[in-house]
T-cell receptor, first 111, second 114 residues
Framework: RKEVEQDPGPFNVPEGATVAFNCTYS??????FFWYRQDCRKEPKLLMSVYSSGNEDGRFTAQLNRASQYISLLIRDSKLSDSATYLCVVAIYNQGGKLIFGQGTELSVKP | DVKVTQSSRYLVKRTGEKVFLECVQD?????MFWYRQDPGLGLRLIYFSYDVKMKEKGDIPEGYSVSREKKERFSLILESASTNQTSMYLC?????????????FGPGTRLTVL
């Protein structure tokens, strides 16, 4: 079983749609959680951290459920520029900054 | 702005050649990482380093070695390149942290081994 699992998609949605991505992680010692975004032929970049209380950044909302070992990302009012691959990322305490990446979920927003 | 640079965007090598991939970061980060990224497999950690001259194996170290002689530079070495090492190679760096600081990535090197 992979340590971090995501639905690879692709998710094809029209502009303005709301789309949700889910992610599960297997290691209960996981300490920190993130969503990274990777545009086609580009490097991954941090989109947002995920906190236990849930957090929002504009149209993006991230949630964490430690009991179920589940992370989600909600994108409201999708824009064409949101088309990218979204990577679910987990860090385990005291592993030298090592991050564990999910395989990524591809999103394509169409006009 | 943090900048991570990699020596080449595209590289073509022959089977059996020794290949050096260089990575430099300019933000005085302690941690540096080498990943490869393949379709359907995502990002896989090859090696990482949390200090000069220190290195740790990642999930797929076989066929690779690394060198970190200076804090800002982390090199990935393919001792004898093979076709199954054709991939996108990404370098990253982060501050020293216990629970996962943000990693900043270089633009990647697309290596083709013929």
């Amino acid at each position: 079983r992979k340590e971090v699992e995501q639905d690879p998609g692709p998710f094809n949605v029209p502009e303005g749609a709301t789309v949700a991505f889910n992610c599960t992680y297997s290691n209960s010692a996981s300490q920190s959680f993130f969503w990274y975004r990777q545009d086609c032929r580009k490097e991954p970049k941090l989109l947002m951290s995920v906190y236990s209380s849930g957090n929002e950044d504009g149209r993006f909302t991230a949630q964490l459920n430690r009991a179920s070992q589940y992370i989600s990302l909600l994108i409201r009012d999708s824009k064409l520029s949101d088309s990218a691959t979204y990577l679910c990322v987990v860090a385990i305490y005291n592993q030298g900054g090592k991050l564990i990446f999910g395989q990524g979920t591809e999103l394509s927003v169409k006009p | 702005d943090v900048k991570v640079t990699q020596s080449s965007r595209y590289l073509v090598k022959r089977t059996g050649e020794k290949v050096f991939l260089e990575c430099v970061q300019d933000m005085d980060h302690e941690n540096m990482f080498w990943y490869r990224q393949d379709p359907g497999l995502g990002l896989r950690l090859i090696y990482f380093s949390y200090d000069v001259k220190m290195k740790e194996k990642g999930d797929i170290p076989e066929g690779y070695s690394v060198s970190r002689e200076k804090k800002e530079r982390f090199s990935l070495i393919l001792e004898s390149a093979s076709t199954n090492q054709t991939s996108m190679y990404l370098c990253a760096s982060s501050l020293k942290g216990l629970a996962g600081d943000e990693q900043f990535f270089g633009p990647g090197t697309r290596l083709t081994v013929l």
